[in-house]
């Protein structure tokens, strides 16, 4: 089965940090970019970050310092360490193929390619 699934999302004290994973089956992701995406509750999604099938990063303003995104293609699988969180950070994670990586004034696009996984809760409160 072709898919993308994340894991990894909790409850998470305000300047704690977490690790999230995105894993494929049923393909290989060293070949894409992947996107995290977010949806807080009565927010609109928004881009995260983007890394290029080669490694190149791409955070939005907001994550810069605090995120960082890297790949394990022995694992099929690319992750997103999250510290320094906030309680702003409060959303459904989800992780997605994306077409290219690409930013805009401080944001990340949406490029989407084929996949998307199911998403991930991470809660920050104390």
Known sequence: QVQLVESG????????SLRLSCAASGFTLDAYAIGWFRQAPGKEREGVSCITSTGNLYLA???????????????NTVYLQMAKVKPEDT????????????????????????????????????
């Open 61 to 75: 303003d907001a994550m810069k310092g605090r995120f960082t995104v890297s790949r394990d293609n022995a694992k």
């Open 91 to 126: 959303a459904v994670y989800y992780c997605a193929t994306q077409r290219y990586c690409a930013q805009r004034a401080g944001r990340i696009l949406n490029t989407p390619g084929d996949y998307w996984g199911k998403g991930s809760l991470v809660t920050v409160s104390s």
């Open 9 to 16: 999302g909790g409850l998470v004290q305000p300047g704690g």
